[in-house]
């Protein structure tokens, strides 16, 4: 089983940052994906981004320029520095990661529990 712990949640004024972090323990090992999920209350969870354990990054056309996201050396936390912030940010946010080989997935989905990020303006 993979845990995964999102904090850094919480109010920020609209052009203001935040720094979201996520980690990971269980069996992590090859848990070689992982990222970040949001959902806005009436709209569809959506990707925001996400990083392999190779370093390649993949960002919402919404986000990109504004947040990045990063992974520590052990690749058992994932963090995801929000930058530039707008209301329509707000939402619930969910770490999530995964097995791939390629462009395939190995096994479950894994989730966090969510943690708020609102966006005030």
């Known amino acids: 089983q993979v845990q995964l712990v999102e904090s850094g949640g919480g109010l920020v004024q609209a052009g203001g940052s935040l720094r979201l972090s996520c980690a990971a323990s269980g069996s992590i090992f090859s848990l070689n994906v992982m990222g970040w999920y949001r959902q806005a209350p009436g709209k569809q969870r959506e990707l925001v981004a996400e990083i392999s354990s190779g370093g390649s990054t993949n960002y919402a056309d919404s986000v990109k320029g504004r947040f990045t996201i990063s992974r520590n050396s052990a690749q058992n936390t994932v963090y995801l520095q929000m930058n530039s912030l707008r209301p329509e940010d707000t939402a619930v946010y969910y770490c999530?990661?995964?097995?791939?080989?390629?462009?395939?997935?190995?096994?479950?989905?894994?989730w966090g529990k969510g943690t708020l990020v609102t966006v005030s303006s």
């Open positions: 999530h990661a995964r097995r791939v080989s390629g462009a395939i997935k190995i096994g479950p989905d894994y």
